[in-house]
């Protein structure tokens, strides 16, 4: 019952810093939504609500698998490989369900090159690959506040093994 109390927890801060991500994208000039239309519940122009629930899911995925010897134990660069992935098919198909199929249009990259059924797209994706260590840190710092882990390395420490390839 513990670990499911902790896990809404993370859903809650993650969706909300994945929803924090998009407003301060779009206030530095970085289009992270291209639909030019309003649908309800959408707040079109910074972010929509839905992506709480899509930014929730991302981090309780990529937090679930930092729970397992498997995934931690792995170099950080395959790490951040899967995290990066997980979100983008979390984007797609996460488009794919509430663009295409139930019609709310809350963002569409149809006009943007290199993207893909205009739900997700290259520039994107790229940031995609970028967030899982941020994931795995905070995850990792979570862990020590609500297991008593040991407290984990500063994020520059997380950084420096992505970059040393260990």
Not at 16 to 41: C, F, N, T, W
Not at 73 to 78: A, G, H, I, P, V
Not at 126 to 154: A, H, N, Q, T
Request: aromatic share 16%; glycine share 10%; proline share 3%.
């Amino acid at each position: 019952m513990k670990y499911l109390k902790n896990k809404i927890i993370h859903f809650l801060i993650f969706g909300g810093i994945y929803m924090d991500v998009e407003v301060l994208a779009r206030a530095h000039g970085q289009q992270l939504v291209g639909y030019e239309g309003i649908k309800p519940l959408s707040l079109m122009g910074f972010t929509s609500l839905w992506m709480f629930l899509v930014g929730g899911l991302c981090g309780v995925i990529i937090g679930g698998l930092n729970d397992r010897p498997g995934y931690y134990n792995l170099k950080m660069w395959k790490q951040v490989l899967i995290g990066g992935t997980t979100i983008t098919l979390v984007e797609l198909f996460s488009g794919i369900f509430f663009n295409l199929y139930l019609g709310l249009h809350l963002w569409d990259y149809s006009k943007d090159r290199f993207n893909f059924m205009g739900q997700i797209e290259l520039k994107n994706c790229i940031w995609w690959y970028v967030l899982p260590i941020l994931i795995i840190w905070l995850d990792d710092v979570l862990s020590c506040y609500f297991y008593g882990d040991d407290r984990p390395p500063s994020l520059i420490m997380y950084l420096v093994k992505l970059v040393t390839l260990r």
